[in-house]
């Protein structure tokens, strides 16, 4: 995944691009779990970190949700908004609270 991201910035591919589901690379990364990628996405100056895709999701949505910890605090640490709500009207902490080290550092959200 990241050979093939590293190719597609170095052909000049927009990192903030949507797809059908108004999903960026950094959502596929998120969600997915993949760190280097994620890692890679967050240095690049101009990469948005809180994007809402068509379900109203965010990045930290995504990675809430599939209970990956590591991303989840990368991207708190780049100063991604924990406060947003989906379509369902769910917070990252909403997604995420099933997974311990997730809830923890999503704790701080109250509905």
Known sequence: NLLFLEECLANRVSVNG???SGSTALHWAA???HIECVERLL???NVEINVQNKLD???LHNSAWKGHHVIVEMLLD???NKMIRNNENQYPYD??????EVG???KTVSG
């Open 18 to 20: 949507l797809d059908k």
């Open 31 to 33: 969600s997915g779990g």
């Open 43 to 45: 240095s690049i100056p």
């Open 57 to 59: 999701d965010t990045q």
């Open 78 to 80: 780049k100063g991604a």
């Open 95 to 100: 997604l995420g609270s099933k997974h311990p």
């Open 104 to 106: 923890t550092l999503l």
